[in-house]
């Protein structure tokens, strides 16, 4: 195992300097030839950060790996499991510190170029979890990059002074150094050797069974059948042409046996090491070197490939919470789970209801101090938030996509927050109440006693009724049983299609050497036709996956639709099959493969569209000619709210670019050369208006931002070129702050929806961007700007 990952690592330096030297900072096109060389050693950098780093981060090792690769890094740097690409313009100072999932990207496509710039992390300064730094930004010494936030001044922007007070004495690195490297590397060698042994095992009995059950007539079979004992005849082995009439059958079950018997064997080994070397966390610092290592050691087993595509296999499932109790959370039962990232997770508390989405990470231990998190019935937590230290999620409450919930903020039951705004989430509104039902603190009291009559707003009653249809079939035995069956049962027919594809490129390529084996050229036809049979059985995977989309799902349309119905077990069978083929969908990003895909799911994509994100339901993706999504970027067309599924079409006009990491909510519209910027979220309904650039969490207009581009950004003279009657109405961009306002284009005028509001209320800060405040309970059918009803004024 330790030699596999060296010479991988060896080749992927070897690589990275044959095809593209040094990268240099510039413009350089899309679909030039620079680009695919740099598309090229990307994809070899991403396999390398899946599979092989994550046993080396948060060592110095690491540290001297991506110096290799042609980095600039200080050996005393701490560097968690972190993305970090193009590291050739990557400087980080002595005892910097970058914490889990942050990301350092020098690159981004953005109007059919890319841009390569380079980041500069100085000393002692800490890129807090999931902080992103963008191309042309640093850090400077002793600041702190908050959780979730951007390191690009027009962005989710927020530095404070370090929190930790800097980096441990260099006394204590050396001795976590020497703890890692003398205890650490053997008991994570230890981990993945057990997990191997009854792997071995059962790959024994399997091909001894095969043996039997096929009735194939060995040297093997004849001693034990004349001898009447299992273990006559073990020294001797099968011959060629025994081989081959057991061969294909014990290939066909390998991709099952290695995911579901060598995954759990992992995860128990996994389970079995935290119980010996830890035992459970407890609230408190974690100041020595051991108590570090101990944490380290955790965070490496619960972040290697292995151990996340096992937990994934349960997602939705009751399966996935007894696995987190096994590693020590408390988590009731019921719970709408999906696999969440952590390490301290005795200090973990999850009450019934609770709905989760992908991607969320949960942060016990913040400036060395480990603390509770406890998430209250009926909250949720959706796609790609971060909860930190000391974090009491009330009941009823909503953190939307993309969400901090920031150490001692104090947030309110049956309230929507989103985003992240100076290093906290932004509060939006409280979810109306039903008769009887009252907030007494953290949680929702419901009272028989008759209270005042409240009238909902029809789409807000129809949300509720939909709410409580969902909850109805998640209290019942019945349903939640189908339904964990039903993902159980989907996770062992379509999680084993990658392993699959490996196993059958090396049976066909078997194939091609009997065929050749009368040739002295057939171990060199072999060979050479290996990776053309990969590509092919590839494609030949996203073709299945493509007939299975039309086949259970048809085209997909936008609505609503609660949990446990037809359409939401048809939805979890095919999120499951499609998340399978995340190495193939990645190998063909930045494509026209790509773009090709899209299309045959359903989707329309232009001419010259340049696509790295990540989609799902592709007949309600519209992408228009010219268009740039970037890595990491997230278009696809559903949310969760409360058990409830809400699908809308999301559209980008032409010349349109996401940069990288940066989000379109259902419902949202990039119009024609809008941009925008890199870890921006545009929220459901929301649309950024012609030629104008978009960034922060929530997306504001940013006033004269032209980022790296080769030409300045045009900007149309008017942003709304039509009127719609009473449906939207034209407001000058100097009416908003009369005759001591600012122009922001000549004769330009900002659209806005038709508000159904007593009091409505416009105005534009200085940081050039309008907001609208209503007290209306209704949200109008489309939104420009950061348009929600409940937008507060204090965003900035």
């Not at 014990?250 to 099952?256: G, S, T």
């Not at 299975?548 to 609505?559: C, E, F, N, S, V």
């Not at 009473?726 to 961009?733: E, F, I, R, V």
């Not at 050039?768 to 007290?775: G, N, T």
């Amino acid at each position: 195992l330790l030699l596999d990952q060296v010479v991988t690592l060896a080749v992927t330096i070897l690589i990275k300097w044959v095809v593209i030297g040094r990268r240099q900072e510039g413009n350089y096109p899309v679909f030039g030839l620079y680009y695919w060389k740099w598309r090229f050693v990307h994809v070899v950098e991403f396999y390398v950060e899946e599979h092989v780093s994550p046993h080396l981060t948060d060592t110095v090792a690491y540290n001297w790996f991506l110096n290799c690769l042609g980095a600039t890094i200080h050996p005393s740097v701490r560097i968690n499991f972190a993305h970090v690409s193009d590291v050739d313009l990557i400087t980080m100072d002595a005892q910097a510190r970058i914490e889990r999932e942050a990301t350092l990207c020098p690159s981004r496509i953005w109007s059919g170029e890319l841009q390569l710039r380079s980041i500069h992390i100085g000393r002692e300064a800490r890129v807090a979890h999931r902080g992103f730094v963008v191309g042309g930004c640093k850090v400077p010494q002793r600041m702190e990059l908050t959780a979730l936030s951007s390191a690009d001044p027009m962005g989710a922007y927020h530095m404070v002074p370090r929190r930790d007070g800097g980096a441990h004495s260099d006394e204590d690195e050396e001795e976590l150094s020497r703890l890692q490297r003398n205890l650490g590397t053997p008991i994570l060698m230890a981990v993945e050797v057990l997990s191997f042994v009854p792997t071995v095992l059962f790959l024994i009995g399997l091909w001894e069974y095969l043996v039997r059950s096929l009735g194939v007539e060995t040297q093997k079979t004849r001693l034990q059948r004349e001898a009447a004992g299992f273990f006559a005849g073990f020294r001797y082995g099968y011959n060629l042409a025994e081989l081959q009439q057991v061969l294909y059958p014990f290939c066909a079950c390998l991709p099952w046996v290695m995911t579901f018997v060598h995954g759990g064997s992992n995860f128990f080994a996994v389970v079995l090491t935290k119980a010996l070397l830890v035992g459970q966390f407890v609230e408190g610092r974690d100041q020595t070197s051991w108590e570090r290592f101990q944490r380290w050691v955790v965070e490496r087993l619960t972040t290697t490939g292995t151990f996340n595509q096992f937990m994934e296999l349960w997602v939705n499932t009751e399966m996935l919470s007894c696995l987190y109790r096994l590693l020590g959370a408390r988590v009731a039962t019921r719970v709408n789970m999906d696999f969440f990232g952590a390490v301290e997770y005795d200090l973990i508390t999850i009450e019934r209801d609770v709905v989760f989405g992908s991607s969320v990470l949960l942060v016990n231990a913040s400036s060395g101090v480990a603390r509770p998190i406890t998430l209250k019935r009926s909250s949720c937590v959706l796609d790609h938030s971060v909860v930190l230290a000391g974090t009491k999620l009330p009941e009823g409450a909503l953190l939307g996509s993309c969400t901090v919930a920031a150490e001692d903020q104090q947030l309110e039951a049956m309230t929507v927050y989103t985003g992240c705004v100076e290093g906290a989430s932004v509060r939006l509104f409280q979810r109306p109440l039903l008769p009887g039902e009252q907030i007494q603190g953290d949680r929702v009291v419901r009272s028989e006693e008759a209270g005042t009559q409240i009238v909902l707003a029809p789409a807000a009653a129809r949300q509720r009724a939909l709410e409580k249809e969902a909850l109805d079939s998640h209290n019942s035995c019945f349903w939640f049983s189908i339904f964990n069956f039903w993902c159980v049962l989907s996770a062992f027919l379509f999680a084993p299609l990658p392993d699959l594809v490996y196993w059958m490129t090396i049976c066909l390529d078997f194939q091609v050497y009997d065929y050749f084996k009368d040739s002295d050229k057939g171990e060199l036809v072999a060979v050479l036709l290996l990776a053309p049979l990969h590509m092919l059985i590839s494609l030949a995977m996203l073709l299945i996956m493509v007939l299975l989309k039309w086949t259970l799902i048809g085209r997909w349309t936008a609505g609503d639709r609660p949990y446990y119905t037809w359409f939401h077990f048809r939805w979890a069978a095919l999120m499951v099959a499609f998340s399978s083929l995340d190495d193939i969908t990645e190998a063909i990003a930045g494509t026209w493969l790509a773009v090709a895909f899209i299309r045959s799911m359903g989707g329309k994509a232009g001419k010259r569209v340049c696509f790295f994100g990540h989609g799902f339901e592709f007949d309600l993706l519209n992408i228009g000619d010219d268009v740039c999504i970037g890595p990491d970027c997230d278009v696809t067309a559903h949310t969760v709210e409360n058990m409830v599924m809400k699908m809308d079409e999301v559209r980008f006009e032409r010349g349109a670019s996401l940069l990288n990491g940066s989000i379109v909510m259902p419902g949202g519209i990039m119009e024609a050369g809008s941009s925008l910027i890199d870890h921006s979220q545009v929220l459901k309904g929301d649309s950024v208006p012609e030629g104008c650039v978009f960034g922060g969490l929530p997306a504001k207009l940013l006033a004269n931002y032209a980022g790296f581009a080769s030409e300045p950004v045009r900007r149309p003279r008017r942003w709304s070129r039509s009127v719609q009657g009473d449906d939207t109405m034209l407001l000058s961009a100097t009416s908003s702050r009369g005759a001591q306002g600012r122009d922001l284009a000549a004769n330009s005028f900002v659209e806005l929806p038709r508000l159904s509001a007593r009091n409505i209320e416009v105005f534009e800060d200085s940081r050039d961007f309008v907001e609208v405040l209503s007290d209306s309970e209704s949200a109008p059918r489309r939104r420009t700007w950061s348009g929600l009803n409940y937008l507060m004024s204090f965003l900035r």
